[in-house]
């Protein structure tokens, strides 16, 4: 495999104007022309300017909240944007037991500012948070924890240069969302892009989703290469004149320019969720689409803002007796009216729309029971499901646990057809990856094109692939120190004991800083993107 492009920096965001308004009298020698330029502006495109309204949390005055009872319920509401759980529950406990108790679902619902986090990078925002290739694989999109969007396009195939297919180049960079703050429930809102989820394309403009702890918004991505020239009511430098000195009136008229890409939100959604997003799926119907916290399942319509559908919640009615969150869910590649979601116990629900409006009934439920002769500690922790799959056949189910990638028939419950381990090596360290928050790493997972090979993340900067014909693995690195462009990748390995080979790492030597959790797959071709902190590494198989 080859490196066509090794590194992108993230560059400035593009940030979108006010858009003025004007009033002119009925009757006015103004009014024709502001007709006229308005004519010239939909021609041009600039129709899709949209106003955002600013906040009602910064417009309107808010009395300041009750004082907390305990600074852990000032954290609890920091974090969770609710009420601590009751007290007595802990007093009642051994400090062995309260750990065991809240073990399941603190790493989810209790997550820490990112005030304290450290990073090794050159600053924390630049790290991306997810990456996605378009349904054609022409576009390739990257959210970071700056609250920005940077979008590839692949470069065009030269004769010439055969090389150069695969490399992408940046096509637009603007900014999704911005940090805010929630002053009734004294919540923080991170401006990090969890996730982005692109529409297939059924025009020359392209469109996707984009969310963070709390809003969606759908993005639109367009071009223009024209530009209205000879308005009636400004002048060549854009200085408005008196409507009370036109003469003559003007057709504007379109003139050729540099070819510029605009992004516009379309839609916003939000005050929908009082937990944080961690995944949203676009429908196959193309209409509507799900985003998922820890505790709900909201269905939106594309075309609606103001109201979605809770058609999951599990949420109890005492929090001392919640057991487990949802992960991650996504919709059926297929049947509309099917998605499965997972949960922080391992175990994934597939659910039918049609059976009911809220979903809290699974039609199948698909666990693997625990071996007792290999629980632990750890044993809750390390099975949690941190991203599930559909394969593009929609015959299968992928989940990745800290440990495991299974792939599930979803005619079989019971238990997965097949189990590939990632990183076994680190079951004898998962204490110390507890101490330092490792074992709490989301990793994603993605098919193939063909869903015949699957990809996943680990540390130290290394991916693992898995052929599932030929049962086949592989262990490459994306680094800039070992990786150049268009070199072919050694495939590495871990030393787990005994002697060390030269071309070995041993497990001490893996550094746990270094981590890919985020990883995507072109549909069609053999080309990958994996994100490594604030670097993104694209892939693809060796040109003959």
């Known amino acids: 495999m080859r490196v066509p492009v090794l590194h992108k920096q993230l560059g400035p965001s593009h940030r979108r104007g006010e858009v003025e308004k004007r009033t002119v009298s ?21 129709s899709d300017a949209v106003i ?62 990112s005030t304290i986090l450290s990073s090794t990078c050159h600053t924390e925002a630049d790290i991306i948070s997810t990456v996605e290739f378009n349904s054609t694989g022409e576009l390739l999109a990257t959210g970071d924890k700056g609250g920005r969007v940077v979008v590839f396009q692949r470069e065009q195939e030269s004769k010439t240069q055969p090389h150069r297919r695969g490399e992408y180049n940046v096509y637009s960079t603007f900014q999704s969302h911005e940090p805010e703050f929630d ?91 009082t937990y944080h997003i961690n995944s949203i799926s676009v429908n196959s119907d193309l209409q509507t689409f799900i985003s ?17 559908f809770n058609i999951v919640d599990i949420k109890p009615a005492n929090m001392e007796e919640l057991t487990e969150v949802i992960t991650s869910a996504e919709f059926h590649p297929q049947q509309c009216h099917t998605f499965a979601y997972s949960s922080s116990k391992g175990s994934i629900r597939l659910c039918d729309m049609r059976l009911a409006a809220l979903c809290d009934k699974h039609c199948k439920y ?15 922790i390390i099975s949690s499901i941190s991203d599930v799959k559909f394969s593009h056949n929609g015959r299968y189910l992928m989940t990745r646990d800290y440990l495991t990638v ?9 238990k997965p057809v097949e189990t590939y381990q990632v990183h076994d090596y680190l079951r004898g360290k998962l204490c110390s990856l507890y101490e330092n928050d490792c074992i709490f790493d989301k990793f994603e997972c993605v098919w193939n094109g063909s869903d ?27 680094s800039r120190e070992n990786s150049k462009p268009r070199a072919i990748l050694k495939p590495r390995k871990v030393c787990v004991g005994g002697k060390r080979r030269k071309d070995e790492i041993s497990v001490d030597s893996l550094d746990f800083s270094k981590k890919i959790l985020h990883t995507t797959w072109h549909p069609y071709e053999n080309i990958i993107a994996v994100a490594a902190t604030n670097n993104l590494y694209i892939f693809q198989d060796k040109v003959n």
């Open 366 to 380: 698909f666990e693997e029971p625990e071996d007792p002769a290999t629980r632990s500690f750890f044993s809750e």
């Open 292 to 308: 998922t916290d820890d505790l709900r399942v909201n269905l939106w319509n594309l075309e609606i803002t103001d109201r979605s």
């Open 183 to 273: 002053y009734l429930k004294s919540l923080e809102i991170e401006e990090k892009i969890n996730k982005i989820k692109w529409l297939p394309q059924q025009n020359a403009a392209y469109f996707l989703l984009s969310t963070n702890d709390k809003t969606v918004k759908l993005w639109k991505i367009s071009e223009r290469d024209k530009r209205p020239e000879g308005y009636n009511l400004k002048d060549e430098d854009g200085r408005i004149r008196d409507p009370s000195t036109i003469t003559s009136l003007r057709v504007p008229v379109l003139q050729p320019m540099d070819l510029m890409v605009e992004a516009t939100a379309r839609r916003i959604f939000s005050n929908a969720h």
């Open 452 to 478: 015949s090979v699957i990809m996943t993340g680990s540390y130290n900067n290394f991916f693992r692939m898995f052929d599932r014909n030929t049962k086949r693995d592989v262990t490459l690195e994306a």
């Open 26 to 46: 009925v009757g006015s020698p103004g009014r024709v022309a502001r007709t006229l330029d308005c004519a010239a502006c939909l021609l041009s495109g600039a």
């Open 52 to 113: 955002i309204a600013p906040r009602a949390a910064d417009t309107e005055a808010h009395s300041p909240p009750a004082p907390p009872r305990s600074i852990s319920d000032w954290l609890w509401r920091r974090q969770c944007g609710c009420g601590a759980p009751n007290a007595s529950l802990f007093t009642r406990l051994p400090a062995p037991e309260k750990m065991k108790c809240f073990s399941r679902y603190l790493p989810y619902l209790f997550r820490p500012p």
């Open 406 to 414: 299974k792939v599930w028939d979803l005619q079989m419950e019971n």
